[in-house]
């Protein structure tokens, strides 16, 4: 237990005694406890809390019988007492203000950090809907001129290529030959738009 003779905390909030001085538990720590008393549970898993002896933390259950924090390591033992705000059944941390403080801080840190990775998943989201937009674009240009092409071709219009013409290397576009070839004066049936060297 004790080593050294120390004074009782007087402020409300949840303490525990390393071995010369009362320490009040953080925020998270005293509202687990509280919350256990609630519940009617028999301890409460305090996970790592560091002391004068465990300056790195040890791992710590609260039996709430007793109230007594153990180490599970050691099975040391010491006092946990409570202190309510008088004429209230709820206790306030006394100036517990840093720790709250680095609570709050931790939570920005990481509310910071959704926001960025929220940010570059929109980023990302953005880039992948103009890439489809895009594909799209081209997919209903190519479904066009497929259209015309075959809207062409079943006029009864098609190209008519002679012989002399691929000798010669001339190519007919369906545009230039249709406007050339496939006038109302220049046919007087589509079929005649056929012709052969």
């Not at 390393?18 to 898993?45: C, F, L, M, N, P």
Request: proline share 4%; charged share 25%; with cysteine.
């Amino acid at each position: 237990m004790c080593l050294e003779a120390c004074e009782d905390p007087t402020s409300p909030g949840v303490w525990w005694r390393d071995d010369t001085e009362w320490k009040q538990y953080d925020v998270s720590k005293a509202a687990a406890i509280e919350r256990g008393i609630a519940d009617g549970a028999s301890r409460v898993d305090l996970g790592s809390v560091s002391s004068l002896k465990y300056t790195g933390g040890a791992r710590y259950v609260v039996d709430l019988c007793t109230m007594k924090q153990i180490n599970l390591g050691s099975n040391y033992t010491r006092d946990v007492k409570i202190i309510k705000v008088p004429g209230t059944s709820v206790t306030a941390p006394a100036a517990d203000y840093k720790s709250v403080q680095e609570e709050l801080r931790a939570c920005g840190e990481s509310i910071r950090s959704l926001k960025d990775i929220v940010l570059k998943l929109g980023s990302e989201l953005l880039a992948v809907k103009s890439q489809i937009a895009e594909n799209e674009a081209k997919r209903v240009k190519a479904d066009a001129a497929t259209a015309n092409q075959v809207a062409f071709l079943k006029s009864g219009c098609a190209p008519a290529i002679s012989r002399s013409s691929v000798r010669e290397g001339r190519s007919h576009s369906p545009e230039s030959f249709y406007s050339t070839h496939c006038s109302s004066d220049y046919f007087s049936a589509p079929v005649a738009a056929w012709r052969h060297d």
